[in-house]
């Protein structure tokens, strides 16, 4: 039988990405939908989480990947942590760019946090840069 759904040819921050992501969509799909609605939306959505599992590998670059940055204070063993998840880190003056391998997608991180929030504020703009 034939794939549902083609796989682009896009590379994969990890395992089984693209097809975590998708089915994250459709659990999402189906949250929206109102309890105790029947419509045919919620019985696809149903169906294919019914028959289909996530791999759980992106979720845990991305729990990973928030732990390091949600309490950021610039330390070498966050720095080499994100770099052991496959992200390419590089010093400025002020700031750290962090970058997934060769993408164009990058984050900036201060390279001297003064609020202890600065992790925490940034990391709700890296999980919608990078996942």
């Known amino acids: ?36 609605t029947q419509s045919r939306r ?18 845990k670059l991305r729990d990973e990947t928030g732990n390091l940055v949600k309490e950021w204070k610039a330390q070498a063993e966050q720095i080499a942590g994100l770099e052991r998840l496959g992200f390419t880190i590089t010093k400025g003056k002020k700031h750290y760019k962090m970058r997934w391998q060769d993408s164009g997608y990058f984050k900036t991180l201060s390279a001297s946090p003064s609020d202890v ?15």
């Open 1 to 36: 039988m034939r794939e549902m759904i083609v796989k682009p040819e896009i590379p994969e921050m990890c395992r089984n990405e693209i097809r975590d992501f998708v089915l994250e969509l459709v659990q999402r799909e189906l949250r929206n939908i109102p309890e105790g």
């Open 42 to 59: 919620k019985e696809l959505c149903e169906a294919l989480l019914a028959v289909n599992r996530e791999s759980g590998e992106r979720t």
């Open 117 to 131: 929030r600065t992790g925490a504020n940034g990391l709700a703009e890296m999980l919608a840069t990078f996942f």
